[in-house]
């Protein structure tokens, strides 16, 4: 028993470490169309094997919630997340 433990363990590292991780967020003001932009990064632990998702959102509290529930969606259990947001308008 003590042997199938260590096994479903180790398949439980083993799956965290190729699941998709939130690990970066931007929050950018688009003049020109008047929107703002998340841009959320994913990755699966493996270099360029990432992938990026980017919405376009009204105002800049959408675009951060935009993102936050991204980064639910996609918990990051290895490093704490971080999301930069442009905080200022032209």
Same mark, same amino acid.
């Given at each position: 028993m003590k042997r199938i433990d260590r096994l479903? !363990?180790? /398949? @439980? &590292? =083993?799956? @965290? #470490? *190729?699941?998709? #991780?939130? *690990?970066?967020?931007? =929050? *950018?003001? %688009?003049?020109? /169309?008047n929107l703002w932009e998340a841009q959320g990064n994913l990755t699966c632990g493996k270099p360029g094997r990432g #992938? @990026?998702? !980017? *919405?376009?959102? $009204?105002?800049?509290? +959408? /675009? !951060? %919630?935009? %993102? $936050? +529930? %991204? +980064? @639910? &969606?996609?918990?990051n259990a290895v490093e704490n997340a971080v999301i930069f947001i442009e905080d200022f308008e032209e």
């Open positions: 479903i !363990i180790k /398949a @439980q &590292k =083993v799956a @965290q #470490r *190729t699941a998709e #991780r939130f *690990t970066i967020g931007f =929050v *950018t003001y %688009l003049p020109e /169309a #992938r @990026q998702i !980017i *919405t376009e959102h $009204e105002d800049k509290e +959408s /675009a !951060i %919630l935009a %993102l $936050e +529930s %991204l +980064s @639910q &969606k996609y918990p």
